[in-house]
Each structure stands twice: as structure tokens, then as C-alpha cells.
């Protein structure tokens, strides 16, 4: 039978072509171009560029073009880089020199024997115990210079396979695994002028590679979406985030397309990536995004009651929040200069100072996965000069008709020098079954237990908004 060397049959990173799909789930495929020359019989080959997070059940190695018959006879993946404590469990009962370097520059070198390395695979070091001049050390009595890597050794985390092959054959074999330690995430930032609500978009696609292993000038895929993962223990709660945007005047750096049930975005660049780097592409640039800003007070937005019955009774010694929220809200749609596919992702907020040209920051939040067409709708904060005061001034009920009533008096003020426009949310949490009565202006149902009120305010100006829900079960 022939055998491949096994010196002839480490496949390394110069043969190799690489590309990463990365996900949202800290989650990647890696992708590897191997050059493989088997011959007729059983060959070992090792990749000795695998990440430390392989799963090792994923791997498959393949020919792409399925004209090399072959089959494995055995896979592995080894993740125990060669390290000074497992340099000496393999020299364990063998004497190796040690050097020591003093003060005055002399060097030593003395003869020691490995009683124990101190190496526990897989769980804590012990103290190594070596042997010098026929006496016990609990240390090592200097740097241990070792005569050669030991059987075995790997410099970093290694695939290998016992393959069969019928003949011999010479093709491009394709590697796949998964592994973990990849993340990738989308910023936005939009900036608005002092004056006005038309933002400008620009946005950087991170991706961040904590594998334990380097790729160069990698092909990079983003999937946007919650793929289905079996795991021992819950995910991580880490959120990665992405979107892509047409750049005016300028070859888009990130392509996207529908792919199965999500969406698939291409880095047009391959990438360089090291271990424990994060690296940014910027994907966005929109210049004139129609948005407008709204201010709700929404007092009572927690539900305060839970179980199966009506909440008969009114809450003692209830006080209700002033705040008022701010929101910018803006439509998905290509008139809009976007309407494509929006992966959920971190957006920032600035608006310029006229007076000096600066950018402040007013808010951020997180945008879940948006397609296109739909309305987007982001929290920022809290208006300062805009005030609510939500009062329960009258509360009744007939326990044998089964009905009761609840009196709400909403007060919003306006202290800014600009006219505002502050909605009024509602909620009717006491039962399902409810009319409203005696409402002191138009509101407008949004759904089963929730309407709302639109007060415009000029400034400096405070209106009080009344109503009565009926409740009957």
C-alpha cells in the first residue's frame, strides 16, 4: 500500500483560498481551498489553520467537482498548541538542561529531570516537581530548554483525516466547518442640521473574530436572520446586527440578496482579519432620508394588573411618570432613498450645531430586522421641555350589572419657544370589553386596549385631555 509523507501531506495556508458566512448567532462557516495530491492507498493529511472553536462534528472535506473518488477513514481536530507545560509532560521521566541568566550576565546551564510537568489536560496545572543534583524542586529551576517538540506536537489547531483514495488523484478540495467566535454587527449614525428632520445615513458593517485563528484576504458573506442552532447550553445574548444601502457615486461595498428565509449580504472586498481583530466596512451612505420627529406621553404603558378577572379596584397612592418621549420615525421605501432589507442594528443620533458646525449626539437605540416598505419608529430619549401629568380623578362600579367606570384627566404642557405636537397613548388594561365616553377631543383606536389623543400645543401652552372608560364583563 502507498502512503503520503506526512510532511508532504500538511496542507497550509498558502494553498488555501478562504471565505466566512458569518451570522447572527456567533456563528460561522469557514471555507477553505485545499490542494490535495492523494495517491492510490491511505494517505494522512493535516490543515493545520483550523480555528479553536471548531465543531468538530460539522467539518466536511470534499471535491467540489466530484470526480476524485476517495473516502475517510478517519477525521480529527486538535485544539492543544504546543506549550511549555505540555513540552514537559512529553519529556516527563527524560533530563533536559535548564538556563538560567543571573544579574551579572552569567549563564548556566544545568541538567534537570522531569519527575512531573504539571500538565493536566483539560484541567488545572499542577506544580511540576523536577529533579536536580539527586534533590526535589516544586519549580522549575530555570527556562527549559528542550531538545525538540516532542511526539506529536501541533504550533496551532489542527484538522487531519486518514483518506482512502482508489487512485491517485490531484484536485482542489473543498474544506467546511462551523465554528464559534465570530460576530458581526451594523452602526448606523444619522445626522440631522439644527433645523429640520431630513437625516443623512452613513453606516459601517464590524465584523469581530475572536476563533483564535488569523484569515487573509478572505471572501466575507453577513446572513441577517435567526437560524435554528441546537446548543447544550442557551446562546449568548450578543446581538449582531447589519444592513446594506446603495452608495451615490460609488460602487456599493456591500451586496444583498434574499437567500432561503433571510437575507445574504457580500463584502465586495475580501478581508484580512486577525485573531481578536475588529474590522469595519463601511456599507452606507444616504444623503437625504425623510424622517419626522414625534413625542408621545405614555403614561401608563405597563399593564398593573395580571390573572384572569377585571381589575375592580382603583391603584392607591398611584403616581404616573412626566415624561415625554421622543421618536424619530421613518419609512423603509426606496421614494425614501432606502427600501431594501434592514438587519436589525444600533442606530446613533446627531444633529449639527449651526453655530459652530459641531455634531451633538441626541440618542440611540437598537432597530430590530426591518424589511422594506415597513416603518421605522426609534426611541432617543426624553424631551426636556415637554411635560405630562396623567391624574385618575373618578372611579366607580356596579359589581351586580358588572361594569365600572374609570375618569382619566391628562394634562401636557408645552414649555419650549416652538409649537409641539405631543400624541397621548392610552391604555385600557381594566378588562377587553370598553367604550370610551365623554372624551373631551378625537382619539383614535390603535388596537383592542390601546387609543390615542393628538394635542397640538403652541409654545408655552398646556392642554388637558378628558375621558371615561366604560368597562363592562
Sequence with gaps: MKALALTTALVS?????????????????????????LKAGENPVTFDRATAQVLADSVVLRDPAGKAVFSILEQSYRNDPVSRSLLLSHFEGREIEFRTVYPDGKVELKPGKIVRSGHVPGGQPQDPIIEVDGKLRFQLPGEPLFPALGDGSILRPTLGWAIQSQADAKFEAQLSYLSNGFAWEADYNLVAPEKGET?????????????????????????????????????????????????ADAAPAVSEKSFDDF???????????????TKQVEFLRAPAVKAAKKYVYDPAAMRFFGGGAPQTQPIQGQEFPKDVA??????????????????????????????????????????????????????TGNAFDLVGERKIVNFERDDRAEWMK??????????????????????????????????????????????????????????????TAHYSW
Design 13 to 37: 495556508a498558502a494553498s488555501a483560498e478562504t471565505a466566512l458566512t458569518i451570522y447572527n448567532q456567533n456563528l460561522a462557516v469557514v471555507r477553505e481551498t485545499l490542494s490535495l495530491d
Design 199 to 247: 437625516l443623512s445615513m452613513t453606516g459601517w458593517v464590524t465584523v469581530n473574530n475572536n476563533s483564535g485563528t488569523a484569515f487573509n484576504q478572505a471572501k466575507i458573506k453577513l446572513v441577517a436572520g435567526e437560524v435554528n442552532i441546537v446548543r447544550p447550553t442557551p446562546p449568548s445574548s450578543s446581538m449582531a446586527r447589519g444592513m446594506m444601502m446603495k452608495a
Design 263 to 277: 437575507h445574504l449580504y457580500t463584502l465586495q472586498r475580501p478581508l484580512t482579519i486577525r485573531d481578536k481583530e
Design 326 to 379: 421622543i421618536y424619530w420615525e421613518f419609512k423603509n421605501e426606496e421614494a425614501n432613498g432606502l427600501g431594501v432589507p434592514l438587519p436589525a442594528g444600533r442606530v446613533r443620533f446627531y444633529r449639527s450645531d449651526d453655530q459652530d458646525g459641531n455634531l451633538e449626539f441626541v440618542g440611540e437605540n437598537d432597530i430590530d430586522h426591518t424589511p422594506r416598505n415597513e416603518n421605522v419608529s426609534i426611541y
Design 406 to 467: 374609570e375618569t382619566i384627566e391628562i394634562t401636557v404642557k408645552n414649555r419650549s419657544k416652538e409649537p409641539k405636537e405631543i400624541v397621548v397613548r392610552e391604555h385600557l388594561w381594566r378588562w377587553l370589553n370598553w367604550k370610551i365616553e365623554n372624551a373631551s377631543m378625537e382619539h383614535v383606536k390603535k388596537d383592542a386596549q390601546k387609543i390615542e389623543f393628538t394635542v397640538p400645543l403652541a409654545p408655552d401652552e398646556e392642554k388637558t385631555v378628558t375621558y
